[in-house]
Structure formats: C-alpha cells, structure tokens
C-alpha cells in the first residue's frame, strides 16, 4: 500500500516562497500525482499535476508561480510556490492515483479519482 508523508508549508508573507514534498512510499512515484488545496468551507480544489511522462498542468490561478517537480531517485513530489499571496491560504494535499495516466476533468485532476491521499499541511500567507 502506498503512503505519502508531506512536509514544508507553514507562514509565509505576501510576496515570499515555500516549498512542499510528499515522500511516497511503495512503488514510487512514476505514476499520475499532484497538489490539492481546501480552504475552510470549500471544496478540495486541484493545483497541479504531473502524470507519467513528466508533462505538468496548473489551475489558471497559480500558473507562473507554482512548480510541480518530482526526484524519481527519491521517490518525492515537489510543489515549489513563489509570490504567495494571501488567497492562497489553505491545507494542501499531496495525491496520487493509480498509473501514469492522469484523468483530466476539466484540465485539471480531480479528487474523485484520487486514490492516495498525503496528510496534509498548513500553509499561511498573511498580507
């Protein structure tokens, strides 16, 4: 069974960076993963997304200020995020589902087809 361990997050202020990892365990990380993000009384919404074959995607609201990277020797997912600002406040979630073939709605994942969830973590972008 396969388990993703999340680290990074915390407090940034507007205009700074943070990066997050999610360290999977199990038969790695050559499948599709990506971000999610839920903010309080919303739903869990799809950040980014990286599928097999390394080719990413980005929901409009943090293209040219998030990176989704992943190290295939280390088995870990990266979210490197830059000029945070403060609506993008939320718990973010490390995700994964079950091949190398993401399964786009609307361009994006989405949670329903997530099979492996991380625990995630706080990030706090104050103004």
């Known amino acids: 069974e396969k388990t993703l361990v999340q680290s990074g997050g915390g407090s940034v202020q507007a205009g700074g960076s943070l990066t997050l990892s999610c360290a999977a365990s199990g038969n790695g990380i050559n499948r599709c993963m990506g971000w999610f993000r839920q903010k309080p009384e919303a739903e869990r919404e799809a950040v980014a997304a990286i599928d097999g074959d390394d080719s990413a995607r980005y929901a409009e609201s943090v293209k040219g200020r998030f990176t989704i990277s992943k190290d295939n020797a280390k088995n870990t997912l990266y979210l490197q995020m830059h000029n945070l600002k403060p609506e993008d406040t939320a718990t973010y979630y490390c995700?994964?589902?079950?091949?190398?073939?993401?399964?786009?709605?609307?361009?994006?994942?989405?949670?329903?087809?997530?099979?492996?969830w991380g625990q995630g973590t706080q990030v706090t972008v104050s103004s």
């Open positions: 995700a994964a589902e079950t091949s190398g073939v993401c399964t786009w709605v609307g361009g994006l994942l989405h949670a329903a087809y997530v099979t492996f």
